[in-house]
């Protein structure tokens, strides 16, 4: 039996989650987003190098969008990227940084890819930069604004988890719930289910309560998971999440607070999977575009569980022994310098 005083035991998310796994072909094997964001950010120490190719973005990108072409594909996969690094360069950033930087990409962003050639960008903004250029190239109208307007919100999520932070503010699990849904950038990401498929919901399929149902359940349960993986290194370095919410608001224990989001995670996914046989019909086109979409959240969904062992961030090279056995050997915390 696990020593409950050094480690915990993951709830078993994959087993709950009978979606296969499919993977696209062209992803994964060069690096192609992780390499765009090295040679971007030559300055990188040999350390925060390790770390970037420790992601494993790419094999995340092809695991979320595995019917696309390569094109869409990489372009898919820079936008993630770029979120990996926003993720790490905010988790410990003030108000004031976080508000800096939502300005510098959303300028892009709103700019329509024509900013002065000659203006001195910074780095950020010149992948950002490059990025935008190459999804505004075919991103279909609605698809674009939606996907712009999904990371303001994020930014702003962002911000207000700097401003908590600043404040030593540790928010209600509702709170909590209704910002992670914008600060785990689903949103921004599932728009990108649309782009790299060539398709655009009307408005009324998007607005339609089902089909937010089924959008929301899924950030839902790729932000929890994400919070249940993350936990060790994040109580490490002092950051809260859903567990230390429960721990603290409910007076749950570690591992107790732990197999609340397990069980969170069961039922939600059970309520996608009910949905997913309500949809309305909307006629032979737009069915078959919203059978694409809810198939894009369904790879989203169990990509995400396979791709965090997979991955080394959150469990370094021992990502398969614990996907096995879920156990996990609590971290010492941190001494704050």
């Known amino acids: 039996m696990a020593d409950t005083s050094r480690c ?6 994959v087993s709950y989650c009978q979606f296969p796994l499919r993977c696209n072909p062209h992803g994964d094997a060069t690096q192609t987003s992780t390499g765009w964001l090295t040679d971007n950010f030559p300055e990188l120490s040999s350390e925060q190098l390790a ?8 094999l995340l990108s092809a695991y979320g969008y595995p019917d696309c072409d390569t094109e869409h594909l990489r372009v898919a996969g820079d936008f993630l990227a770029i979120l990996f690094l926003l993720d790490d360069l905010t988790d410990t950033m003030k108000e004031g940084g976080t508000e800096q930087l939502a300005n510098t990409i959303m300028d892009v962003f709103r700019s329509e890819g024509k900013l002065n050639k000659q203006e001195d960008e910074q780095r950020v903004r010149e992948i950002a930069k ?7 190239r075919d991103a279909k109208p609605c698809v674009q604004t939606r996907f712009r307007d999904k990371v303001a919100l994020f930014f702003k999520a962002v911000r ?9 503010v540790l928010p209600d699990l509702e709170s909590y719930i209704i910002m992670r849904r914008d600060t785990s950038a689903c949103r921004p990401s599932f728009d990108l289910i649309e782009y790299t498929m060539g398709i655009e919901l009307p408005r009324y399929v998007v607005d339609d309560p089902i089909v937010r149902a089924l959008n ?7 932000a929890w998971s994400n919070d249940i993986y993350s936990f ?6 002092g950051i809260y999440n859903i567990i230390v919410i429960l721990m603290k608001s409910q007076g749950l224990e570690m591992q107790d607070a732990i197999d609340h989001v397990g069980d969170l995670f ?8 009910e949905n997913t046989q309500l949809l309305p019909s909307w006629g032979a086109a737009v069915d078959a575009d919203v059978r694409v979409y809810v198939q894009g959240l369904q790879d989203w969904i169990v990509g995400n569980l ?19 056995t879920r156990v996990v050997e609590l971290l010492p915390k941190k001494s704050v310098s």
């Open 8 to 13: 915990f035991v993951l709830p078993d998310l």
């Open 51 to 58: 770390a970037v190719h420790a992601v494993k973005v790419d």
């Open 130 to 136: 490059d990025f935008w250029t190459r999804f505004i």
């Open 160 to 168: 207000q988890e700097a401003q908590d932070r600043e404040r030593g």
């Open 216 to 222: 929301q359940s899924a950030n839902d349960l790729v």
């Open 232 to 237: 060790n290194n994040e109580q490490a370095h």
């Open 266 to 273: 069961k039922q939600t996914i059970d309520g996608f999977m």
């Open 306 to 324: 396979h791709w965090s062992f997979a991955s080394e961030r959150y469990f370094g090279k021992r990502g398969a022994e614990i996907k096995a």
